[in-house]
């Protein structure tokens, strides 16, 4: 039996349905958006449906006719909001309107009002609980996790990333040993986070944990290459190819687990919205390594995979993680990487983060590291001449990394940060703090 409440919106196409969805939780009720043909046997399988929104709105209409609902969605019994949506409309004389059914013309743009308009339909006509939180989300996917995979292997790459962490704490308080978590160190991972992975995992969660270190291997494969989509790609296939043969290693697993969250799917589009994302699979495992998808946070928005990581006991500085790009530190090791460029560059970015951690702005910026470049610069230390590499910072403030604003630093924090560096990292001689926005920059420098 499921723990928590649902109130089911149909996807008519309108691009407000993402924030129907996120209104309705933050007033405490599970709430999930499912294709507006979505089948009556699905629906009725739902035991802890409450109630259906039918969100109409502009984009209700695909190739210039208007999408109709089916017409047993009015005779369940079940408590209906309209909006934007004629009652009678397409649908068939014979079936009597449900008698809970609400209107409304349009979803109020405030997100007070519109959580005001969603009360009354939600706690009077469908007596929805509040019972939406983390500790009976984390119980219901326990179970489903269970059902789902029986005693058969789940295979996971755990990469360290907020998704991927979350989705193998809770496959592992589900399946414990039936996950197979594979870790592979590509040698561009930042200052410790390798090493925390097999601590937090390994040592206290008690996961099958395979770690591989390849740093030496991709180093290799990575040495003369300067140009940055090259060095991208070397990467991304190694790393692919590391993964496939670990899992080979391991033999027969049945289910592959993917940190899937709801932006994912719901931002990019519905079944009605036209396009599907597809989600990437871990890409080319062999021809007959057939998997099927365990994905237990693809209804969860990103605050909510934090929430869900906190509860199931993973450190704050895992499940606040800043964004980092796959590539690593490959990217902000500029130009052909060198061992000796990136010491400096992993050091230097282990004492940015840690003053801004001091500081407090480790939860207020979204994004901060260092980089380092491939050219030198004339210097002084103890009366001689130097001729060593520059530290670049970088901070930066977005909603969704389209644009970036840099935000100000306090001058004694970024003199503390230099000296620092200044002192701490071999081979440095010069920091310098990148103003640039974005556009006409980009967030990284490759
Ligand atoms: P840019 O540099 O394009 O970066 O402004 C925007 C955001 O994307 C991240 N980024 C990447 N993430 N693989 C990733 O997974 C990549 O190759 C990659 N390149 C950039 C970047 O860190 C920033 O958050």
């Known amino acids: 039996m499921m723990k928590q409440d649902l109130i089911l919106i149909l996807d008519l196409g309108s691009e407000e349905n993402v924030r129907l969805a996120r209104s309705i939780r933050t007033l405490g009720v599970y709430s999930e958006i499912y294709p507006h043909d979505i089948s009556r046997r699905s629906i009725e399988a739902m035991t802890n449906l409450r109630g259906i929104i039918i969100n109409g709105g502009k984009n209700n209409v ?18 209906l909001f309209l909006v934007d949506y004629p009652c009678t409309g397409s649908i068939s004389d014979s079936a009597a309107p449900s008698p809970l059914c609400r209107q409304a013309d349009s979803l109020p743009a ?24 983390m500790s009976n989300f984390i119980a219901d996917q326990v179970a489903l996790i269970r059902q789902q995979v029986g005693d058969k292997q789940v295979l996971l790459a755990l990469s360290g990333g907020v998704d991927s962490s979350v989705v193998a704490a809770l496959l592992i308080k589900a399946i414990g040993k039936q996950l197979h978590c594979v870790h592979v160190n590509h040698g561009l991972m930042r200052k410790g986070e390798s090493e925390q992975v097999v601590e937090v ?88 390594m057939k998997f099927q998808l365990v ?18 006991g993973l450190p704050e500085t895992m499940v606040f993680r800043q964004p980092f790009p796959g590539p690593g530190l490959g990217v902000r090791c ?76 306090d001058w004694a924090l970024l003199q503390k940060i230099t000296n620092r560096i200044l002192a701490e990292v071999p081979g440095v001689n010069r920091v310098l703090y990148d103003i640039s926005p974005k556009p006409p920059a980009t967030i990284e420098w490759e």
């Open 295 to 312: 994905e237990p946070i693809k209804f969860l928005f990103k605050d909510e995979v934090r929430a869900c990581g906190l509860e199931l």
């Open 110 to 133: 405030d997100d007070k009002d519109l959580a005001a308009l969603l009360s009354p339909f939600i706690f009077e006509d469908c007596k929805a609980e509040a019972n939406w939180n």
């Open 201 to 288: 995992f390994r040592q206290q969660l008690g996961a099958n944990l395979v770690y591989v270190d390849a740093s030496e291997r991709f180093l290799g494969k990575l040495a003369g290459v300067a140009d940055p989509e090259e060095k991208r790609k070397i990467i991304g296939s190694e790393f692919i190819r590391l993964f496939e043969e670990e899992a080979v290693k391991l033999g027969k697993m049945d289910f592959l687990a993917q940190g899937t969250i709801y932006p994912d799917i719901a931002e990019s589009g519905t079944k009605t919205a036209k396009v599907v994302k597809s989600h990437h699979n871990v890409g080319g495992l062999p021809e007959d």
């Open 334 to 409: 500029l130009g052909a990487i060198t061992a000796h460029r990136l010491h400096s560059l992993r050091e230097a970015d282990a004492i940015l983060r840690e003053e801004f951690a001091a500081a407090g702005l480790d939860r207020q910026i979204w994004q901060y590291f260092t980089v380092v470049p491939d050219f030198k610069s004339v210097g002084m230390k103890d009366g001689y001449r130097t001729f060593e590499y520059p530290v670049i910072l970088r901070a930066v403030n977005t909603v969704d990394a389209m644009t970036a604003e840099v935000p100000q630093i």
């Open 62 to 79: 695909v190739d210039g006719q208007p999408i109709a609902v089916e017409p047993w969605l009015f005779t369940l019994g079940i408590p």
